[in-house]
């Protein structure tokens, strides 16, 4: 028969187009129908007697006629080619095989996403693997981009869901991926990088739970070359959700992000949220409030979108640097996070099943982001224009675009290299040589934290000479000092025990600061290697009063005067106690590993004693 074009908009191409009438005898379903006419209504309304699996055939041959007649008329109208740089992106998390997956499954087919990024979770169960792609199959089609994580909840089946992906990567022109899929990898499609890791998630075998993935993410972020960066990954830090999830990935991989100015997508928490831009994630600093927001170092926001189909939860928290919360509080259902990713700029919104859009923002790339597919850009940091051949000493550098200061000099293979050094050592050291932002550091000195802390080793051994006795006052007169961790958020008391053998313990912020700071800082070897008595000496802040709480539940509350863990009587839980930014008391809720690190129980009650105690819930962070 002959077929007479049909004008209209084809908002998957998003170009104007001929479109004609498909004959649909060949998937079973009687007449024809215009290609467009598909894409302004639902599959259900148009096709209400077919199966899914019929509807998805019906899908992928209006695809590709749609895609055939796009390349035959480009000649007959005016297409602008910036509008086929645009990639719309889905993100999802927390599935499940049930309805309500379904239905979001369907509705990243109805607003003509290119790619789905999945945050983990997926079919929560065993033997669902399969259900899970069959439903992705149904509702998007075999060869559909999709992207996953691996979450807490692969612990069953992990390797048939890696395959699946794997295998539908394959099958995806122009999607790629180098490393462990869903683990440890960078993928590439379009106009994007996708940087996975698996931080915090111990739960899955042949996955770990700390893999440097914050060296990982740098590393691929500053070799990308292409202009929308996005990190993904599954679990959350207590101040990055909305719900009780406890801290689980370190701050180290949201800075590798924030410094590369990428995006951060996660899920766990069953809600949505999205922060402000920020500058800085531990501290919770926000740029401005304004839902437009510019992405260049030191410059990014996180979201958690995971409605993607299983249970909704309450919000049990929140905090002025949150720019949307949508949670079972404020009446959410199922939905998804869909951005827009044009040349510079990004359209997003959050939408549910139900048609409600509880968040709209935007993006625009900053000048670095967008002259990433090129070398490294020009910079008028003068640090930045002395080629690295030309260092040939170690110097202090200060960073620009945030608060680190940094020790450069030449590793054991000749390479430059830089490692994070405190105040005091930057001090010792000789002052700030130079100063520039996170591109200006990489490109005097690309191997982040290749060479040893200039200030940890030979001053410490040079501080304790000789076994100092211990005080049982708050504050001893000792040698000891306060070490930093740099590959966590964490401080340790460095002392020698009882046998003269230098030891370590954990202590809290606020007994970090009335000890003077910290002196020394380095990795977790580095700490090992100097002081290898792990726990192996009392807390200089709270030994002797906790020794007088553990004696009994009924010490009075001012006797406790630094952080202890409390055990609820009436239920198997157990709480950080401490005092907030405001000197008030605070907790929140600790796991049993925690307890252990933080030196076991030191007060019992039930849930009335908790409050009387620490009135402030979940107004501190986990210590852990």
Known sequence: MGLSPVRCVDKRQHCA?????????????????????????????I????????????????????????????SSFAINTAAFAATKVAFVGDQGTGSNAQAVLSLVASEGTDLLLLQGDLGYYDNTASDWETNLVNELGADFPVLTVVGNHENYEWSTYQRFIKQRIDRVPGLSCSGNAGVKAACQFKNIEVVQVAPGVREVAGVSDDDNYE?????????????????????????????????????????ACLDAGAMIAMGHEHAYSRTFLMSNFENQSVVH???????????????????????????????????????????????????????????CYFKAIDGSVPDQFSLTLGSQQQSSSNSAP????????????????????????????????????????SVWISENCAQQMGGVSRTGNWKSLISIAPKMDSIANPCTVSTASNRLPSPPPLS??????????????????????IDRDSTGALGNIWINKACAERLGGPSQSGNWRELNTLAPGFDAIASPCNGATSTAAAST????????????????????EYRWIDRDSNGDWGNTWIDEACVDRLGGIKATGDWKALNQRSPGFDAIRSPC
């Open 17 to 45: 187009e001929l479109c004609h009438p498909i004959p649909l005898a060949t998937t079973g379903y009687s007449g024809s129908i215009p290609a467009c006419n598909y894409l302004e209504a639902s599959a259900d309304a």
């Open 47 to 74: 096709f209400p007697s077919l199966s899914n699996s019929r509807k998805q055939v019906i899908r992928v041959t209006i695809n590709k006629t749609i895609s055939t007649c796009c390349l035959l008329t480009l």
């Open 215 to 255: 060296q990982f993410l740098r590393d691929s972020l500053s070799a990308s070359k292409k202009p929308w960066r996005i990190c993904s990954w599954h679990k959350n830090q207590n101040a990055m959700q909305t719900g009780s999830k406890s801290n689980s990935t370190g701050w180290g991989v949201f800075d």
């Open 289 to 347: 409030k304004s839902s437009e927001m510019t992405l260049e170092p030191g410059k990014s926001f996180a979201f958690v979108s995971g409605l993607g189909g299983h249970d909704i939860r309450a919000q049990k928290r929140g905090g002025d640097w949150f720019a949307s919360i949508y949670t079972a509080s404020q009446g959410a259902t199922h939905g998804a996070l869909f951005c827009t990713f044009a040349d510079t700029t990004a359209d």
């Open 378 to 417: 020009a910079t008028s940091d003068s640090s930045a224009a002395a080629p690295a051949e030309e260092i040939s000493a170690g110097f202090v550098f200060s960073r620009s675009d945030k608060e680190e200061l940094r020790w450069i000099d030449r590793n054991s293979s000749g390479d430059m290299g």
């Open 472 to 493: 049982p006052s708050p504050l001893p007169d000792t040698n000891g000092f306060v070490f930093s961790r740099t590959d966590t958020t964490e401080f340790r008391w």
């Open 553 to 572: 539940t009924s010490s009075p509350f001012t006797a406790l005067e630094e952080g202890y863990v409390f055990s609820r009587s009436d239920k198997q």
